[in-house]
């Protein structure tokens, strides 16, 4: 028998996965290469918006911190990105960096708030096709970001590039125990170091910060005029922010076959904005090259991101000196192998464009052309979406089917609607019926079809009121339970006469 005091005893609990050596080292190694990455696309990135690099750099390091604890999907990096540069801008080139940072806090709390009401739920009406188009855009985007590095640099950057992405592909084949990456980024350096060859580094983007970020308030009047200046900008980096965001989590939760919590995600999100406008940053969200290097190395847990952040951080202001001699060219290699591996091959073989449905490639096309063209995937994904409930709407609209029996005798007419009704396959329904020939009496049979808007009622109004003028009555049977109970409320309080 047992005794009290194992009966009693509280479980001990269950301690994270990064707790295993063998899971740490990955998360570790992996954390580090994502620094590594972060250092000079934040820097890009804060060019782009009009500010300081090191409020790029701050942005990173506290959007991956925060996100980390507070965030919904573990091994996602978050950090200073450049759809939202692109968004505060214009914010920032006319008013200045303290009012950027009082968008940033905004923005934050509108992401709060959005989470709050169930934003996150509306990732169900984002199609496969615009989801595949996104995946396929975002890797476009990542090469074409590389280009820059490639253009007007000295010949010997191009076999630099050459020979990091061979040892990228081979060196895994000799042993997975350190990240390809780390080890092409540590080899080119030290060769360009000790062999003092000039080529673009790190360094070249921009000054490192040496010092860690102080929390404060933006210097900016706490007034109606103020809130409503920045709140246009705020309203548009959070729903950037959580677009891209909401995608990138849907796209690890398939890499890694795991799910997570949009909703605290989007949360979180406003969380990781609000700490880092209070230390000075520009804001961000999830970052799509990063995590894909992230995840793509191995790291399944939050460690990998929170020392993403942190590694940033030491790496800039303790080994700056070092870390500013960096090549470009091995961080290029990196982001083009990795745009390599994101893009789904798949499926743009002829094999599968065949078999595909015509309006399935057309998203994927449109997706990935608005996305490609504006540089924005959030656009992307909007217009990709709408694009494929137009082309749904068409092809639903189309299923309603009406045909019509006459009872033996002549004294009856029964149409037999079959279908969803719904402001497209409605349209036309007021047309099938004969108001001229039929008999006295008509029977509307909805057994087989079900009402889902207010067009719907309105068009079976329109019957019943051209057989009224007519002098026969109409009778709508076979309603189910919703459908009678829309129809039952709207009938008759569409037209506006009673």
Not at 195 to 208: I, N
Not at 466 to 493: P, Q
Request: hydrophobic residues 55%.
């Amino acid at each position: 028998m047992p005794s009290s005091s194992t009966l009693f005893a509280r479980p001990r609990p269950a301690r994270p996965a990064w707790w295993s050596p063998k899971v740490a080292r990955t998360e570790i190694l992996s954390g580090l290469v994502v620094a590594l990455a972060l250092i000079p696309e934040a820097i890009s990135f804060s060019i782009i918006a009009g500010v300081a690099p090191s409020v790029g750099l701050f942005a990173s390091f506290t959007m991956a911190t925060v996100i980390a604890v507070v965030g919904g999907r573990p091994a996602m990096i978050s950090a200073a990105t450049g759809a939202i540069a692109l968004v505060v801008a214009p914010l920032t080139r006319e008013h200045g960096l303290a009012y950027l940072i009082a968008a940033v806090i905004l923005g934050g709390v509108f992401q709060i708030a959005l989470g709050a009401l169930g934003v996150a739920k509306l990732m169900r009406f984002v199609p496969r096709s615009v989801m595949v188009g996104f995946v396929n855009a975002l890797a476009i985007l990542i090469f074409m970001a590389q280009l820059p590095e490639l253009t007007d640099v000295p010949w010997v950057v191009y076999p630099l590039v050459g020979a990091a992405l061979a040892l990228m592909v081979f060196f895994p084949r000799l042993t997975r125990a350190v990240p390809a990456p780390l080890v092409s980024i540590a080899a080119l350096t030290a060769l360009t170091v000790g062999a003092g060859l000039a080529v673009p580094t790190v360094g070249d983007k921009g000054a490192l910060p040496s010092a860690l970020p102080v929390p404060g308030l933006p210097d900016v009047p706490f007034t109606a005029a103020t809130l409503a200046l920045i709140a246009p900008y705020a309203l548009a980096l959070a729903l950037v922010g959580l677009m891209e965001s909401l995608m990138t989590a849907k796209l690890v939760d398939e890499l890694t076959d795991t799910s997570s919590s949009k909703t605290r995600e989007s949360i979180g999100q406003g969380v990781a904005n609000i700490v880092t406008g209070l230390f000075g940053g520009m804001g961000g969200c999830a970052m799509i090259g990063q995590t894909m290097i992230n995840v793509r190395n191995g790291a399944r847990t939050r460690l990998s991101t929170f020392l993403a952040g942190v590694f940033l951080m030491v790496l800039c202001v303790v080994f700056g000196p070092w870390v500013s001699q960096i090549p470009m060219a091995a961080l290029v290699a990196v982001m083009i192998l990795v745009s390599v591996a994101t893009f789904d091959w798949h499926s743009v073989t002829p094999a599968t464009l065949k078999r595909m449905p015509w309006g399935e490639t057309i998203v994927m096309t449109i997706t990935v052309a608005v996305v490609v063209v504006t540089h924005n995937l959030a656009v992307g994904v909007v217009v990709g979406s709408l694009t494929a409930m137009v082309i749904f709407a068409r092809r639903v609209a189309h299923l309603a089917e009406v045909t019509s029996t006459l009872d033996p005798e002549g004294g009856r007419v029964t149409y037999a609607v079959t279908g969803q009704l719904f402001f497209a396959s409605s349209n036309d329904l007021v047309t099938r019926f004969d108001y001229t020939d039929d008999p006295d009496h008509v029977v509307v049979d909805l057994s087989n079809a079900h009402i889902w808007d207010a067009s719907s009622v309105a068009a079976l109004d329109a019957v019943a009121a051209k057989y009224a003028a007519r002098g026969k009555a109409v009778e709508i049977i076979g309603l189910n339970t919703s459908s009678a109970k829309m129809h039952d409320t709207l009938s008759g309080e569409l037209s506006g006469s009673h």
